[in-house]
């Protein structure tokens, strides 16, 4: 990023993404389940991966946003996004999310839900959740939003903005305090290696932890 952004341009591209989620979600509602409801979830993921190259060449195209994806990685930084990683499950899954689960019942079945779906198609839901979503969520809320509004705003501001959006993106109000807590992690690890890199591999490297833990049992119980 060569210059900072306002937040309200900020704000402006989240919404943007926000459009493209609900095309995918209505194409795949009113489409793919109707037409080819066996490969709805296959279909779905390569809607889901047109529209993040589609988006990202925009916010590259229309902005001064440089994406660099493979800068400054260094074997600290990715021990510390490892380390991320691990606090991620036992500060969220262990510890944050029953909690707010329970406040929450309805945001708990929505979870709920999520899981049956992994169960259902572990492979496609793998790559949409711990690969597509990690890499998109962290371009934007990191390598584009902290590091334009911190240009402007100071790197306080910047956290605080990103950390926001970024739990509101997830669309479950049982995450907001869990997501907000990881959005400020990542953005302090961000800031720290100056790695958009190891956002994305602490990102990547905690849902692959919690896919594991859903998926490990059901494998085991196979074994049996």
């Known amino acids: 990023m060569s210059n900072g952004i306002s937040i309200v341009k900020g704000i402006l591209w989240v919404l943007v993404w926000f459009g493209f989620m609900i095309f995918y979600t209505v194409l795949d509602i ?6 080819a409801p066996e490969q709805s979830r296959f279909l779905n993921l390569i809607t889901v991966a047109i529209c993040m190259a589609i988006f990202l060449n925009l916010l590259v195209t229309k902005t001064n946003f440089k994406l660099r994806l493979f800068s400054n990685i260094s074997f600290l930084g990715i021990v510390l996004a490892l380390g991320c990683s691990v606090l991620f499950y036992f500060l969220l899954d262990k510890g944050l999310d029953p909690i707010f689960e329970d406040l929450f019942p309805s945001s708990k079945e929505n979870y709920q839900q999520i899981i049956r779906l992994i169960q259902i198609s572990p492979i496609v839901s793998f790559f949409d959740f711990c690969i597509l979503a990690p890499i998109l969520e962290e371009v934007l809320m990191r390598g584009f939003l902290l590091d334009g509004l911190s240009i402007n705003y100071g790197k306080i501001v910047a956290l605080l903005i990103s950390a926001a959006l970024f ?11 869990p997501s907000f807590i ?3 992690i990542l953005g302090l690890l961000y800031f720290y290696t100056d790695s958009i890199f190891s956002c994305i591999l ?4 905690y849902n692959s932890i919690s896919y594991m833990m859903i998926m490990l049992p059901i494998y085991i119980n196979h074994l049996k």
């Open 167 to 177: 739990s509101i993106l997830h669309f479950n109000i049982a995450q907001i305090v």
């Open 182 to 184: 990881c959005g400020i």
């Open 30 to 35: 009113l489409i793919w389940r109707k037409i």
């Open 202 to 205: 602490a990102h990547i490297g």
